[in-house]
């Protein structure tokens, strides 16, 4: 162990919350003219009308006053915006996603959560406004050309949103849910750290997809994890959606993204707890698995995190992390190799005690 970040000391741990997330209601909704042409488009409208929040169509197919003074207020007016708009030509050409799944398909770009760790920061250009996209069908129609015959196939529809905390305005996820519930060789998958899962349980997923929730330390959670549900009622959400359908629950296959892994000063009895709790929520035979995500930053997210959080408690020392290279130059700095050893082990070790047939897809 080469960072005495991560040496444990006794530090009290805290008490489980269990607070909902509050649900997302922008300030100002605005529809394009082409996305209104679609009728999934329209769905949206009649969704986002029935909640009385106030709506626009932009006069052409571009969205404008999302820039405020600075950095500070351009991140506020655009968190307060959703766009429905259509998705342009290229989100037609799926990008692979390893190791999470085979392919990525956005449904939205854009959170209204406030992650000081945000993934979203540094990977999409401008305002960080939340789009939804209105000719979704069309989409999920165009993921069957990616489908390869005799395997799974996976979609991952969250890479740039939290399709949960946007669904009671859009219902993006429950279409997906349902369109992938009619193939049999494709498989959903979504993450969420929203807890508003009541209107998944009882689509006809036929086991196609995959309902996973984000979970991170207590302390980790309330820290930088802003308009987010609380770890325990995440929990409680993930019980709901694996519980069997004759239970009330919604049957489904589900996962465990333990994410991003901390070395906080007491991360073992943190993380002990976590995986304590999980083990009491998930008490029952239920087909699920894992998936382990480090902490990491790059140059480009490092700057406009600390635009957006400027008084973040996050800890993002270029000195005290290793340095990895993609193949196209760029940098990540992630945990050190003895570091990264130590947290692993403790995870791979701590899960099979607990969940001895929940396969571990992967450590990054
Ligand atoms: Fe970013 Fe994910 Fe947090 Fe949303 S939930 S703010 S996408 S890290």
């Not at 859009?170 to 498989?187: H, K, M, N, V």
């Not at 694996?242 to 991003?260: F, H």
Request: hydrophobic share 35%; aromatic share 10%; with cysteine.
């Amino acid at each position: 162990m080469t960072d005495t970040r991560i040496i444990s000391e006794v530090m009290p741990v805290q008490q489980p919350l269990l607070r909902p997330a509050k649900l997302w209601l922008p300030k100002r909704v605005v529809f394009t003219p082409d996305a209104l042409d679609e009728p999934f488009g329209q769905q949206i409208y009649e969704r986002v009308s029935a909640l009385n929040l106030p709506i626009e169509v932009s006069k052409n197919n571009r969205i404008t006053g999302l820039r405020g003074a600075d950095e500070r207020e351009t991140y506020r007016i655009a968190k307060n915006t959703l766009a429905v708009v259509n998705a342009p030509p290229s989100a037609f050409r799926l990008q692979p996603i390893p190791p999470s799944a085979d392919w990525q398909m956005n449904l939205a770009e854009g959170c209204p959560a406030h992650c000081q760790y945000c993934y979203l920061a540094g990977s999409l250009a401008g305002p960080p406004v939340i789009r939804a996209y209105a000719n979704l069908p069309k989409m999920l129609a165009n993921t069957a050309s990616y489908e390869q015959p005799g395997r799974q196939t996976t979609f991952e529809v969250s890479c740039y949103t939290d399709v949960i905390g946007i669904e009671h305005l859009t219902g993006s996820l429950a279409e997906c849910i349902r369109y992938f519930g009619t193939r049999d060789e494709a498989q959903l998958r979504f993450v969420t750290k929203y807890n508003q899962v009541e209107s998944l349980l009882d689509l006809p997923h036929n086991g196609q997809t995959r309902a996973r929730v984000s979970l991170n330390a207590e302390s980790v959670a309330r820290r930088l994890e802003g308009g987010t549900a609380s770890v325990e009622a995440r929990l409680q959400a993930i019980r709901q959606l694996a519980l069997p359908k004759e239970l009330g629950g919604g049957g489904y296959p589900v996962g465990l993204v333990i994410a991003p892994i901390m070395p906080i000063p007491n991360w073992r009895e943190e993380y002990t707890r976590l995986l304590d709790r999980l083990a009491e929520a998930l008490d029952f035979e239920c087909d699920m698995n894992a998936e382990f995500i480090s902490h990491r930053f790059t140059p480009g997210s490092k700057d406009v995190l600390m635009q957006w959080y400027p008084n973040t408690t996050l800890e993002m020392e270029e000195a005290t992390r290793a340095e990895k290279r993609n193949k196209f130059g760029g940098r990540k700095y992630v945990y050190r190799p003895d570091d990264m050893q130590t947290l692993k082990k403790f995870f791979y070790e701590e899960w099979r005690k607990r969940f001895p047939s929940a396969p571990i897809l992967y450590w990054t």
